[in-house]
Nanobody, 122 residues
């Protein structure tokens, strides 16, 4: 089971680190991605990381501000979010990709965790 955590209320310009813990250790050989869904909007891709952490890919909207990483010993994926702004306000979800190398396509992710809410106040 994937469990996302670390969300909360932060002021614009601030930082948060999200965690995605895999309690059953099911994604050690899979890429993992982060998506987000703002109120009234479609769920959108944020970032993905390959099975060994060697390859990462970001949405243009977060590139240079967010960093995805993983600790395979802890079976956890992180999303460090810096310089947050109001447009980053959303529920953030982590998901396991079907393969070892991730993608931005939501349909390529087969297993989703619960989301964690990030609210950025201006």
């Amino acid at each position: 089971q994937l469990q996302a955590s670390g969300g909360g209320l932060v002021q614009a310009g601030g930082s948060l680190r999200l965690s995605c813990a895999d309690s059953k250790r099911t994604f050690s050989n899979n890429a993992v991605g982060w998506f987000r869904q703002a109120p009234g909007k479609e769920r959108e891709f944020v970032a993905t990381i390959s099975w060994n952490g060697g390859t990462t890919y970001y949405a243009d909207s977060v590139k240079g501000r967010f960093t995805i990483s993983r600790d395979r010993t802890k079976s956890t994926v992180y999303l460090q979010m810096n310089d947050l702004n109001s447009e980053d306000t959303a529920v953030y979800y982590c998901a396991r990709h079907r393969s070892a190398v991730g993608s931005s396509n939501r349909q390529d992710y087969s297993y989703w965790g619960q989301g964690t809410l990030v609210t950025v106040s201006s």
